[in-house]
């Protein structure tokens, strides 16, 4: 049998499959699908990369999270198939691009002009674009993977290379690392749909950077099973609980009913409100 088929880039994000340890197989069809479909810059940590069509940039703590992988066999996976000729690898200013070779026999080269790009198949242009955004997000905290350029980012693309973004403040509070690895080899959590879903109602319910990560931090000491979450999911009923918490309607008290104190509770009293446990003195 010969020939290609198109597989949609989101496909291993789609809930219909349980995540399970790849095949060698699934693995060398993740890395096509990783690779960029046409030529443009990311962000790579503190680094702005040029990525070329082919390329993804990805470190090999990423690719063993993606891939339910020791460290070790992704190296030696990667041996195997620089080896063969099938990708090449370079690294520069601490980021490593990975080139997909012969990648047109994969990925349809589209002709030039901005005319010709239009003309693709609708599906095949939301599927990629889905990857290129998905991309700018996951990039903020792969580590490692680039471009074969690689280029310090200037005020222009990122104001302070230091600040961690939302997602590292909230894995750090669930007590895993910025990679988003729960274990050796183990799962990954904080991927790009689970973040989309966590600033969707952080929006629909008017939440703050600090409100989320006060919830989470709260949630997980309250936590029966030790260790982290399989999933930021698990926060978004607490984050609605609370938010519910907060926005309710002040009772109206008749002139003969004291009147409690006028303080504010704090996030800490509201969260534990949310959990049964509001502590005795504090305004309710």
């Known amino acids: 049998m010969s020939g ?34 046409k030529d443009r810059d990311r962000r790579v940590g503190a680094h702005e990369v040029a990525l070329k069509r082919g390329q993804f940039a990805a470190s090999t703590r990423f690719m063993a999270g993606a891939f339910m992988w020791s460290e070790a066999r992704v190296r030696r996976y990667l041996d195997m198939l620089e080896n063969r000729r099938m990708i090449r690898r370079e690294t520069d200013a601490g980021v490593t691009v990975v080139t997909i070779c012969n990648y047109d026999n994969y990925q349809n080269k589209p002709s030039s002009g901005d005319a010709d ?3 693709q198949p609708t599906h095949q242009r939301r599927t990629s674009d889905a990857n290129e955004n998905k991309g700018e997000i996951r990039e903020e905290y792969i580590g490692g993977g680039g471009g074969a350029r690689a280029r310090e980012a200037g005020p222009a693309s990122l104001a302070n290379p230091t600040d961690p973004t ?3 403040r909230i894995l750090a509070a669930c007590g895993v690392d910025p990679s988003g690895l729960t274990g050796h080899g183990g799962r990954m959590i904080g991927k790009a749909p689970e973040m989309a879903e ?8 008017n939440l703050t950077d600090a409100e989320v990560l006060q919830v989470v931090r709260e949630t997980m000491l309250a936590k029966r099973e030790p260790g982290p979450p399989s999933s930021l999911r698990f926060f978004l009923d607490p984050l609605d609980r609370y938010a519910a918490a907060r926005d309710a309607p002040v009772p109206q008290l008749s002139p003969a009913t004291p009147r409690p104190s006028s303080r504010q509770p704090t996030i800490a009293e509201m969260t534990a409100m949310i959990r049964g446990t509001y502590p005795a003195g504090a305004p309710q």
């Open 4 to 37: 290609t088929v198109n597989v949609a880039r989101d496909l291993w994000d789609d809930p219909t499959f349980k995540d399970s340890e790849m095949s060698q197989r699934e693995a060398w069809i993740w890395m096509i699908a990783e690779a960029s479909w």
């Open 117 to 119: 790009a239009t003309q």
């Open 166 to 168: 939302l997602r590292e």
């Open 198 to 205: 966590i600033t969707s109602r952080m929006a629909a319910r």
